[in-house]
């Protein structure tokens, strides 16, 4: 699978839900595509083009709204102006862009396949009981984290430090970086394309939430140990870190869209 970019296609991209045959369908700008897909045709030409091309319907595999505010211009026959936006339906979007056939073309398609991927998942998981049990699993080792946390932010403030506050979202960035292909970052942009979306958490598979589990456990050992020597606050930090680095080392970095459960017992005993 092609590594998707952050930078690129989440942010060119977006995917937005729209209502098509009377479902919130996923859906995204066409003329995003275009874009990304460094089309020559002028959009509205090379849309419509296709729509006629591949007897896609409107309705069923787009629909279209005028944009009133948009300052581009684009020359409709001989009817004066007249600018719309296409949302077109993943389905639509992959194979508009599987018949450019170039490398963005299949780079845009394979995103469009992982955001599908990821709103079955994400649907399906309401029925999956041990997924659930996971995701349960995963709320006590995050609090005790939080509380050893807290106690770690005192102590480096009690040693200087005037933006000790942040070590609660710079130690959860930290083990999403560690663990995840794309890390945080592209985590927390994902998110975005769904709304039902409430913590990163709910994009993870039931194994990624065992090795999240471990994460967590060993994260907040190491600073309960570091604090015990009373290390430098900094040197505490860093300690969790490699910690947390030598438990990815074993089990290996998680690609987001792979989900296949190789050893769901991968557990460390971190206490």
């Not at 508009?96 to 963005?104: A, C, D, F, G």
């Not at 900094?234 to 490699?242: M, N, R, V």
Request: aromatic share 10%; proline share 2%.
């Amino acid at each position: 699978m092609s590594k998707v970019k952050k930078s690129s296609i989440d942010q060119l991209i977006p995917v937005n839900f729209q209502k098509i045959e009377h479902d919130n369908t996923q859906t995204v700008n066409a003329r995003n595509v275009h874009e990304f897909l460094e089309v020559k045709t002028v959009f509205v030409n090379w849309i419509q083009r296709n729509i006629k091309r591949y007897d896609f319907i409107e309705g069923i595999d787009y629909v279209c709204f005028p944009n009133l505010e948009s300052k581009i211009e684009e020359k409709i026959g001989s009817g004066g102006h007249n600018i719309k936006e296409y949302y077109v339906s993943l389905d639509m979007a992959k194979e508009l862009s599987m018949v450019q056939n170039n490398p963005k073309g299949k780079e845009v398609r394979q995103y469009f396949i992982q955001c599908a991927k990821t709103l079955d998942r994400i649907t399906s998981r309401k029925f999956n009981l041990d997924w659930k049990a996971a995701r349960d699993k995963s709320i006590r080792p995050q609090l005790v984290k939080t509380d050893t946390i807290k106690i770690f932010i005192e102590y480096a403030q009690s040693q200087g430090s005037k933006s000790a506050k942040r070590y609660y979202e710079n130690i959860q960035k930290m083990e999403y970086n560690a663990l995840f292909e794309g890390g945080y970052d592209y985590l927390n942009l994902l998110s975005m394309n769904f709304p039902n979306i409430k913590t990163l958490k709910d994009l993870l598979s039931e194994n990624q939430l065992f090795t999240l589990i471990n994460a967590d456990m060993i994260a907040e050992k190491a600073l309960k140990d570091g604090m015990d020597l009373k290390m430098d606050y900094h040197d505490i930090f860093k300690l969790a870190k490699k910690r947390v680095l030598d438990f990815v080392e074993l089990i290996g970095k998680s690609p987001i869209f792979d989900h296949r459960i190789e050893d769901k017992n991968i557990l460390v005993n971190a206490r």
